[in-house]
């Protein structure tokens, strides 16, 4: 059960890091501080004042910039190396004292889950853009924000629920990913019919 519960912790932090990192850190570190919930002592790292000031006014700018059309484009491009990275620390974090593989298994699997969390998240933002309202991009920005911090809200009191929470998001991911190609390959690269006596 703690294998469980740790990998659902992992992976439930990781996604939502790549949805938005600093409301990830910042939840974590005020969990840690107030004692919302018993996390384990490796979480410790994110409980200090420094981590926790700098998660809130980044996730302050983050809030503004992202209900801007375009300005949340090159924001999510800017993050394209820093939310996999994020994810890939914080799952490294979440293991506490583990082996030099283990870890860098961590890392591995928790910046993937985050690089494709943020890599749907700036593609369906970037699909939004098109619009000439910018109504969806507020939406769009609330339901991300509620998203990285429900998760991780699950991450930190139901770690087992966040993991099943988290494959269904990531079969979703997939599921779409597959989609996506697939009508862009027989868009643009499907076969013209030869035509007869050319």
């Given at each position: 059960?703690?294998?469980?519960?740790?990998?659902?912790?992992?992976?439930?932090?990781?996604f939502a890091?790549?949805?938005?990192?600093?409301?990830?850190?910042?939840?974590?570190?005020?969990?840690?501080?107030?004692?919302?919930?018993?996390?384990?002592?490796?979480?410790?790292?994110?409980?200090?004042?420094?981590?926790?000031?700098a998660?809130?006014?980044?996730?302050?700018?983050?809030?503004?910039?992202?209900?801007?059309?375009?300005?949340?484009?090159?924001?999510?491009?800017?993050?394209?190396?820093?939310?996999?990275?994020?994810?890939?620390?914080?799952?490294?974090?979440?293991?506490?004292?583990?082996?030099a593989?283990?870890?860098g298994?961590?890392?591995?699997?928790?910046?993937?889950?985050?690089?494709?969390?943020?890599?749907?998240?700036?593609?369906?933002r970037?699909?939004?853009?098109?619009?000439?309202?910018?109504?969806?991009n507020?939406?769009?920005?609330?339901?991300?924000?509620?998203?990285?911090?429900?998760?991780?809200?699950?991450?930190?009191?139901?770690?087992?629920?966040?993991?099943?929470?988290?494959?269904v998001?990531?079969?979703?991911?997939?599921?779409?990913?597959?989609?996506?190609?697939?009508?862009?390959?027989?868009?643009?690269?499907?076969?013209?019919?030869?035509?007869?006596?050319?």
């Amino acid at each position: 059960m703690d294998l469980i519960a740790t990998l659902g912790r992992t992976l439930g932090f990781s996604f939502a890091a790549g949805v938005n990192l600093y409301a990830t850190v910042a939840l974590i570190g005020l969990a840690q501080r107030f004692g919302w919930v018993q996390l384990p002592p490796q979480f410790a790292v994110f409980d200090h004042d420094l981590v926790i000031s700098a998660a809130l006014v980044m996730y302050v700018i983050e809030f503004f910039a992202d209900k801007v059309p375009y300005v949340d484009t090159v924001w999510d491009i800017v993050h394209t190396a820093i939310r996999p990275l994020g994810g890939a620390l914080i799952a490294v974090s979440s293991l506490g004292d583990a082996s030099a593989p283990v870890a860098g298994l961590a890392a591995l699997l928790g910046g993937t889950v985050a690089a494709g969390s943020h890599l749907t998240k700036t593609g369906t933002r970037a699909a939004a853009n098109t619009s000439p309202e910018p109504f969806s991009n507020w939406i769009l920005s609330i339901v991300e924000d509620l998203l990285a911090v429900g998760l991780g809200y699950l991450a930190l009191r139901h770690p087992v629920m966040a993991l099943g929470v988290t494959i269904v998001l990531l079969i979703a991911i997939a599921f779409f990913a597959a989609v996506t190609v697939r009508l862009v390959r027989n868009r643009f690269f499907r076969r013209r019919p030869m035509i007869a006596g050319a």
